[in-house]
Nanobody, 126 residues
Framework: QVHLVESGGGSVQAGGSLTLSCEVT????????MAWFRQVSLKKSEGVAA???????IVDDSVKGRFTVWRDAAKNTFFLRMNDLTPEDSAKYYC????????????????????WGQGTQVTVSS
C-alpha cells in the first residue's frame, strides 16, 4: 500500500516562496509517476506539475517559470518549489502517485493517479 505524506504548506505574502514535500512509502518509488494537484474550490482542481517515472517533467502553463518540480530517489521524496507566489496560488495542494493510464495521457491527467496524500494548505496574502 502506497502512502503519501505532504508537508511544507503555510501562509506567505505575495512574492514569497514555499517548498512542498511529499514522502512516499510502501512502494517502489521509482516505478510511480508523481504529481502535484491543487484544489482551488469545491468544484475546481488542477494539475500543477509532475515528474514521470522515466524522469520527464511537466509544469502547467499557469505556473511555468515560477514552480519547479523534482524527485529525490534517495529520500523517496517528491518536491514542489513555488516562487513568486500570488493570491491566486492559494489552494490545498495534493501529492499524487500512480502508474495508471497510457503513456499518451498527460502527466497532469488526474486519471493517471490512484494514490493521494492528505493535502497541505497554501495561503498567499496580498
Amino acid at each position: 500500500q502506497v502512502h503519501l505524506v505532504e508537508s511544507g504548506g503555510g501562509s506567505v505574502q505575495a512574492g514569497g516562496s514555499l517548498t512542498l514535500s511529499c514522502e512516499v512509502t510502501g512502494s517502489t518509488y521509482l516505478r510511480l509517476n508523481m504529481a502535484w494537484f491543487r484544489q482551488v474550490s469545491l468544484k475546481k482542481s488542477e494539475g500543477v506539475a509532475a515528474v514521470g517515472k522515466d524522469g520527464d517533467t511537466i509544469v502547467d502553463d499557469s505556473v511555468k517559470g515560477r514552480f519547479t518540480v523534482w524527485r529525490d530517489a534517495a529520500k523517496n521524496t517528491f518536491f514542489l518549489r513555488m516562487n513568486d507566489l500570488t493570491p491566486e496560488d492559494s489552494a490545498k495542494y495534493y501529492c499524487a502517485a500512480g502508474q495508471t493510464g497510457p503513456a499518451s495521457w498527460s502527466l497532469l491527467n488526474v486519471r493517471r493517479y490512484n494514490y493521494w496524500g492528505q493535502g497541505t494548505q497554501v495561503t498567499v496574502s496580498s
